[in-house]
């Protein structure tokens, strides 16, 4: 329901243009003279004015003006008398949105009324996703680049990260996967002291124990087959700065003591070498890992986590900050379009309906991959449900378990995994390392994936 204002010193008039408003279902405002018009105005709005164009005082160009000045997206419609249509096209010049002569016809009035009010609400629409674009941009040019979110959840790991990027101390970054740990030491490092220093981040999971000995501490030359020359690990390559140990959970039982006394005493002795390399770095961790069990069971040491667990931060899965899952959609839209469908600048009510239901497991980034899947496959310039990854689909798990009745829930899972991944590697143009990107796995659990079902 819109709210119309009707202006014109005609009483007869005013009448007769209420009554069609109300037909269609609006409410109105009127008034006798420009001047209360725009009075009506400032104190209640309106999303449509229709004004006289001849009037004593205030004329309907003039309320046009100040129409424009209070409120641009509102539409303005002039009523002309007989003989006075050229200064109406003078007065839609200046802005108005559309004339009518007397005497007035009802039904163009309730016509042009519903066209007026469309146009209001297109206005008022991309005014909104512009308003929604530059508060995305400020996200990502502000101190928390990508850490978007407005939700109570988000606000206190903001509020936190504030607090002990103040300070040197090692902070400890708990969380699921996909809930953008990395993102949030790279916020410590900005607004920490370290920021003009490097950011050196190590994914402790992706080598074996040598390599990760070697990558963190460095070597010398011949000192194993194929050390050509010295190389410097990432603690010295961090000096003055940060360096992020991802998925220190991973870290091999035998490099946890040197790792622990590196943390303690920041010194250290490259690999196959006899000089011992100070640094100066702040040690920020994380893991998807319950390191509380992995020390209770053993596979982890009590005194590395008490030395990486100085400072604590839980980041929250996605399934508990729901309220952020639109703002994410629209700022994953906006960075990805250019790259997959540059068309695209919004997702439909529907389709977000299905993405908030959704559990999503894989978190921020299961979210990413989602929306840049829908991008691909969507058409105009919105997402559709249509587009949506097949597990977004509500007919999808329904349809395989009617399909296959017959087979145990294992079965149906590893089948809609199997249509997933093929999907995936089929739009990555069999590209083994952008399905794993698409799918939020590792290169190598990929590898084993695509020989478990046979699809390369």
């Given at each position: 329901?819109?709210?119309?204002?009707?202006?014109?010193?005609?009483?007869?008039?005013?009448?007769?243009?209420?009554?069609?408003?109300?037909?269609?279902?609006?409410?109105?405002?009127?008034?006798?003279?420009g001047?209360?018009?725009?009075?009506?105005?400032?104190?209640?709005?309106?999303?449509?004015?229709?004004?006289?164009?001849?009037?004593?005082?205030?004329?309907?160009?003039?309320v046009?003006k100040?129409?424009?000045?209070?409120?641009?997206?509102?539409?303005v419609?002039?009523?002309?008398?007989?003989?006075?249509?050229?200064?109406?096209?003078?007065?839609?010049?200046?802005?108005?949105?559309?004339?009518?002569?007397?005497?007035?016809?009802?039904?163009?009035?309730?016509?042009?009324?519903?066209?007026?009010?469309?146009?209001?609400?297109?206005?008022?629409?991309?005014?909104?996703?512009?308003?929604?674009?530059?508060?995305?941009?400020?996200?990502?040019?502000?101190?928390?680049?990508?850490?978007?979110g407005?939700?109570?959840?988000?606000?206190?790991?903001?509020?936190?990260?504030?607090?002990?990027?103040?300070?040197?101390?090692?902070?400890?970054?708990?969380?699921?996967?996909?809930t953008?740990?990395?993102?949030?030491?790279?916020?410590?490092?900005?607004?920490?002291?370290?920021?003009?220093?490097?950011?050196?981040?190590?994914?402790?999971?992706?080598?074996?124990?040598?390599?990760?000995e070697?990558?963190?501490?460095?070597?010398?030359?011949?000192?194993?087959?194929?050390?050509?020359?010295?190389?410097?690990?990432?603690?010295?390559?961090?000096?003055?700065?940060?360096?992020?140990?991802?998925?220190?959970?991973?870290?091999?039982?035998?490099?946890q003591a040197?790792?622990?006394?590196?943390?303690?005493?920041?010194?250290f002795?490259?690999?196959?070498?006899?000089?011992?390399?100070k640094?100066?770095?702040r040690?920020l961790?994380?893991?998807?890992?319950?390191?509380?069990?992995?020390?209770?069971?053993?596979?982890?040491?009590?005194?590395?986590?008490?030395?990486?667990?100085?400072?604590?931060?839980?980041?929250?899965?996605?399934?508990?900050?729901?309220?952020?899952?639109?703002?994410?959609?629209?700022?994953f839209?906006?960075?990805?379009?250019?790259?997959?469908?540059?068309?695209?600048?919004?997702?439909?009510?529907?389709?977000?309906?299905?993405?908030?239901?959704?559990?999503?497991?894989?978190?921020?980034?299961?979210?990413?991959?989602?929306?840049?899947?829908a991008?691909?496959?969507?058409?105009?310039?919105?997402?559709?449900?249509?587009?949506?990854?097949?597990?977004?689909?509500?007919?999808?798990?329904?349809?395989?378990?009617?399909?296959?009745?017959?087979?145990?829930?294992?079965?149906?899972?590893?089948?809609?995994?199997?249509?997933?991944?093929?999907?995936?590697?089929?739009?990555?143009?069999?590209?083994?390392?952008?399905t794993?990107r698409?799918?939020?796995i590792?290169?190598?659990?990929?590898?084993?994936?695509?020989?478990?079902?046979?699809?390369?």
């Amino acid at each position: 329901m819109a709210l119309v204002l009707i202006i014109d010193d005609n009483e007869t008039i005013r009448d007769g243009l209420a009554h069609a408003v109300k037909k269609l279902g609006h409410t109105f405002l009127v008034a006798a003279s420009g001047a209360v018009g725009m009075e009506l105005m400032r104190a209640h709005g309106a999303d449509f004015v229709i004004t006289d164009l001849k009037m004593e005082g205030m004329t309907g160009v003039d309320v046009i003006k100040a129409v424009a000045a209070l409120d641009a997206d509102v539409p303005v419609m002039v009523l002309t008398g007989y003989g006075t249509v050229d200064v109406a096209v003078e007065a839609m010049k200046l802005g108005a949105f559309d004339f009518i002569t007397k005497p007035v016809d009802a039904s163009l009035v309730r016509l042009k009324t519903e066209r007026a009010l469309e146009l209001c609400a297109n206005r008022r629409g991309r005014r909104r996703s512009d308003a929604f674009s530059e508060y995305l941009q400020r996200e990502t040019d502000d101190r928390f680049v990508e850490l978007i979110g407005q939700s109570d959840k988000m606000l206190t790991v903001r509020r936190a990260i504030e607090k002990v990027a103040a300070s040197d101390t090692t902070v400890f970054i708990g969380g699921e996967s996909g809930t953008g740990k990395e993102l949030v030491a790279r916020a410590i490092h900005r607004m920490s002291r370290r920021h003009a220093g490097p950011f050196v981040k190590v994914n402790c999971s992706a080598l074996t124990e040598s390599l990760l000995e070697s990558e963190l501490f460095g070597h010398e030359k011949g000192s194993f087959t194929g050390a050509i020359r010295q190389k410097l690990g990432r603690f010295e390559l961090a000096e003055g700065g940060t360096l992020f140990l991802d998925e220190v959970g991973d870290v091999p039982a035998a490099m946890q003591a040197k790792l622990l006394r590196a943390l303690q005493e920041r010194t250290f002795e490259r690999v196959g070498g006899e000089t011992t390399v100070k640094v100066d770095v702040r040690v920020l961790s994380a893991t998807n890992k319950d390191l509380d069990k992995e020390v209770a069971e053993g596979r982890f040491r009590q005194d590395l986590f008490f030395r990486l667990h100085v400072i604590p931060l839980a980041l929250p899965p996605l399934r508990e900050r729901r309220d952020d899952i639109p703002l994410l959609v629209q700022h994953f839209i906006g960075k990805l379009a250019a790259k997959t469908n540059a068309r695209i600048r919004s997702i439909s009510d529907e389709a977000l309906g299905r993405v908030l239901a959704y559990h999503w497991p894989g978190n921020v980034r299961e979210l990413e991959n989602a929306v840049e899947q829908a991008l691909v496959f969507a058409e105009g310039d919105t997402i559709l449900p249509a587009a949506l990854p097949p597990f977004l689909q509500p007919t999808g798990p329904s349809e395989a378990l009617s399909v296959n009745r017959a087979l145990a829930l294992p079965e149906i899972l590893e089948d809609l995994e199997r249509q997933l991944i093929l999907k995936a590697y089929e739009q990555s143009g069999k590209v083994k390392t952008e399905t794993a990107r698409l799918l939020g796995i590792k290169t190598s659990a990929l590898y084993y994936k695509l020989e478990k079902y046979g699809i390369a």
